[in-house]
């Protein structure tokens, strides 16, 4: 099913759904994974509910009370969780055995102590690679999957966000972005960032990782940078994002090839799938969406006509939100 829309239908904007109530978490804790890092993960909705999982974005980022707001609390147990690294996942900024691979493990641990059997997978952006890597590398436990700013970690999308290509819709940003970085060395803006970036200097890190954070902050909505995030002011927060996310990005998402993940998009097409992207989403552009769309022709797919990247964007909201109630029903 296909409902992309190219230009506004009238009186959509009056018509669109919002978020949920807010919601406490019923339930939280630190998770073991065996080796250094302890996962930060909580539950919140009906613990007799359909299940579901949501993934962060980033890498690097963190969950929030508003993840919570996108499920129906009466008809979803949701659980969420802080990646290896990030938010109050332990230790903070960590990059050992860190790897799209130890996450994957991640989720199927967290399955487990929760005594899921399967559930609905949630992701947007970075989690919407994990979320299909993890989906096509346990394809049994996952009951559906909702997925937003489709990003599939390949070269192309890197260097159109981070060398070449959204630096001609901001210049401004851009030319903020790439200051801290010699001339001789912007040739590879992920290779120098990530020298910096693992810098034993704290000053060096801190730096840098503003400067990262900042780029995203500037060009994540269509509605300015007012609508960044709060956390990218904090310094604790952005080290930890900008390490990891240039840390998986350095080694090209830890995928076996270019493009290796589009490729086992077979594994999953008998998944019920809801695939939402903006239209004038400048991090993670629409060609991805579409892509994964034709490789997965199953998958419901809409396009918010007057959407950037955010989750939080109104035309974002009304897609994922109808999406988790219609995934209800599988």
């Known amino acids: 099913m296909d409902r992309s829309l190219p230009t506004p239908p009238l009186g959509a904007a009056q018509s669109?759904?919002?978020?949920?109530?807010?919601?406490?978490?019923?339930?939280?804790?630190?998770?073991?994974?065996?080796?250094?890092?302890?996962?930060?993960?909580?539950?919140?909705?009906?613990?007799?509910?359909?299940?579901?999982?949501?993934?962060?974005?980033?890498?690097?980022?963190?969950?929030?009370?508003?993840?919570?707001?996108?499920?129906?609390?009466?008809?979803?147990?949701?659980?969420?969780?802080?990646?290896?690294g990030c938010g109050k996942s332990r230790p903070n900024a960590s990059l050992e055995d860190n790897t799209t691979w130890t996450l994957v493990e991640d989720i199927e641990r967290l399955r487990k102590h929760l005594g899921v059997e399967k559930w609905t997978v949630f992701g947007g952006?970075?989690?919407?690679?994990?979320?299909?890597?993890?989906?096509?590398?346990?394809?049994?436990?996952?009951?559906?999957?909702?997925?937003?700013?489709?990003?599939l970690v390949s070269q192309r999308e890197l260097k159109w966000f981070y060398q070449d290509g959204a630096?001609?819709?901001?210049?401004?940003?851009?030319?903020?972005?790439?200051?801290?970085?010699?001339?001789?060395?912007?040739?590879?803006?992920?290779?120098?960032?990530?020298?910096?970036?693992?810098?034993?200097?704290?000053?060096?890190?801190?730096?840098?990782?503003?400067?990262?954070?900042?780029?995203?902050?500037?060009?994540?909505?269509?509605?300015?940078?007012?609508?960044?995030?709060?956390?990218?002011?904090?310094?604790d927060f952005a080290v930890a994002f900008a390490r990891i996310e240039c840390h998986f990005f350095a080694n090209k998402g830890f995928f076996a090839e270019d493009g290796w993940l589009l490729k086992q998009v077979g594994k999953i097409r008998h998944i019920p799938g809801w695939i939402v992207n903006g239209r004038f989403d400048v991090v993670t552009p629409l060609e991805t969406a579409w892509a994964l769309h034709k490789a997965w022709p199953e998958s419901k797919f809409e396009v918010v006509w007057d959407a950037g990247h955010a989750s939080t964007e109104p035309g974002v909201i009304d897609a994922l939100i109808r999406a988790t109630d219609e995934a209800a029903l599988v």
């Not at 040739?187 to 704290?202: E, K, Q, W």
Request: net charge neutral; aromatic share 12%; glycine share 10%.
């Open 167 to 235: 630096s001609m819709l901001f210049p401004d940003a851009w030319e903020r972005f790439r200051a801290p970085i010699p001339k001789a060395e912007r040739g590879d803006m992920i290779s120098a960032y990530h020298r910096r970036l693992t810098h034993t200097d704290r000053k060096v890190q801190a730096e840098a990782a503003a400067a990262w954070s900042q780029w995203e902050g500037d060009t994540i909505s269509i509605r300015g940078p007012e609508a960044r995030p709060p956390k990218f002011n904090e310094v």
């Open 125 to 151: 952006s970075w989690g919407s690679t994990l979320a299909l890597a993890y989906a096509v590398t346990h394809p049994e436990r996952v009951e559906a999957l909702v997925l937003r700013g489709i990003f």
């Open 16 to 84: 669109r759904r919002g978020l949920y109530p807010e919601i406490e978490a019923h339930a939280f804790g630190w998770l073991p994974t065996g080796g250094p890092h302890e996962l930060y993960y909580e539950e919140c909705g009906n613990p007799e509910g359909k299940a579901a999982i949501v993934l962060h974005g980033g890498p690097g980022g963190a969950i929030n009370p508003t993840m919570r707001r996108f499920f129906d609390p009466q008809k979803w147990r949701v659980a969420l969780f802080d990646q290896r």
